[in-house]
């Protein structure tokens, strides 16, 4: 993986190359960002940077200007900003088969009643970051078929990173371990502090999070902090239209609604045929005028649609109602105007009927209703039940308004 390859992060691509060719470097960085900013694709970009041989033979000068032969001292060797993605090193990084690049990951046990390592599937790891580098934890136990088994970097894991590291390195001048979501370490981290805080030489650790507050504390003050921001929604749209072929009005839709999460993004373009708009209308239909028959008939359709669509169904409405909050927020300002402007006309026109229909607190409490539901559809819940309970919690907040006003 290049930086060129990544979307967006323009800010990261260039201040990630500087680090290390000035020597800032910690020996342990946290690479922090929510799913879908491309928190993953920026540290395998920046592991592949540290080991590509031109970068190392630019950072020591060799390829510097020379006068007769020798190498000028006083000339600084011009900064890269990627790696060269040709030398040997770096087609052994992007391959992800470079022996001075070890990966540790969540996994669950192979065999039952052996504790598991990352290495146990080094080869369905290395599929899922070429194929889907905006993946998140879910789409990777997925991958792997663990079903509903909850992932691990175990302290077996623990101790084959020590021992690894604690190896002279193969062919570059670094060690390099990346771990993706050290939040599923537990206290089996408290191993791998003294090797943070005194790594062997040239070692460097790049940790890859999504959720700082779960991650060991210990470690994470060890840790140089790489803030991994949201994206662009401009970014997430040119990438859909060069990379996707997604139609420009749809990559503009979408990548409005997906609000910076790439992953999310390539999902609603998978999916952009859905016609979500008629979907919840049916639905509020149901909840406000037609009654309980057409809602239980709407709830069944709705559990059959699988886990994915749910949720993004519930994250079309909830980007809908926020919308709509704005606007109602922003009145006549330019500010409301201008979001008038961006929308389509379709969700245009939908979310001031939404206006209409309710008030912004209510509006709050759906979408805090709906955020919970998507909660539980990523753990499993029962979509029947929660789609019932969520079309009565919804009659009751737009139809019963003293109810909700004294709750
Ligand atoms: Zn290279």
Request: net charge negative; glycine share 6%; proline share 5%.
């Amino acid at each position: 993986m290049q930086f060129k390859d990544i979307v967006g992060q323009d800010l990261l691509k260039k201040e990630l190359p500087e680090l290390m060719q000035e020597n800032r470097l910690a020996h342990a960085l946290l690479f922090l960002g929510k799913e879908g900013t491309g928190a993953l694709s920026l540290a395998l970009a920046f592991s592949q940077f540290v080991v590509c041989e031109k970068v190392n033979r630019n950072k020591a000068g060799v390829d510097a200007p020379s006068l007769f032969g020798e190498a000028l001292p006083d000339v600084a060797p011009v900064l890269l900003s990627d790696s060269c993605g040709v030398c040997p090193a770096c087609l052994k990084a992007a391959a992800y088969v470079h022996p001075d690049i070890h990966f540790s990951y969540p996994v669950v046990t192979k065999k039952p009643g052996t504790a598991p390592l990352s290495t146990d599937y080094i080869t369905e790891w290395r599929d899922f970051i070429k194929s889907y580098p905006y993946g998140n934890v879910y789409d990777w136990l997925q991958f792997i078929g663990a079903e509903n088994k909850q992932g691990n970097i175990t302290a077996n894991e623990c101790n084959e990173i020590i021992r690894k590291l604690n190896l002279k390195s193969f062919e570059s001048e670094y060690k390099i371990l990346v771990m993706w979501l050290p939040e599923y370490l537990g206290n089996e981290g408290n191993k791998l502090l003294k090797l943070i805080e005194e790594p062997p030489p040239n070692t460097l650790f790049i940790l890859v999070a999504e959720n700082e507050s779960l991650i060991l504390q210990t470690i994470l003050s060890r840790c140089q902090l790489v803030k991994v921001p949201w994206l662009e929604n401009a970014d997430i749209e040119n990438a859909l239209i060069t990379r996707h072929k997604t139609p420009a009005p749809t990559a503009r839709q979408v990548a409005g609604v997906s609000e910076g999460n790439y992953r999310e993004a390539l999902q609603q373009v998978q999916h952009a045929d859905e016609d979500w708009q008629g979907l919840l209308r049916e639905w509020l239909n149901a909840i406000m005028r037609t009654g309980p028959i057409a809602q239980i008939k709407w709830v069944d359709e709705m559990s059959k649609l699988g886990r994915e669509k749910q949720k993004q169904f519930l994250r079309y409405f909830n980007h809908l109602l926020e919308q709509a909050v704005r606007i109602s927020a922003f009145g006549d300002h330019p500010q409301g105007l201008a979001l008038l402007e961006s929308m389509g006309e379709k969700d245009r026109d939908f979310a001031l009927r939404l206006n209409r229909l309710v008030g912004i607190e209510q509006h709050q409490a759906i979408i805090g209703e709906l955020d919970n539901a998507a909660y539980y559809i990523e753990r499993n819940a029962n979509a029947k039940m929660l789609f019932q309970a969520l079309t009565i919690k919804l009659y009751h907040i737009i139809q019963d308004k003293i109810v909700f006003l004294t709750d």
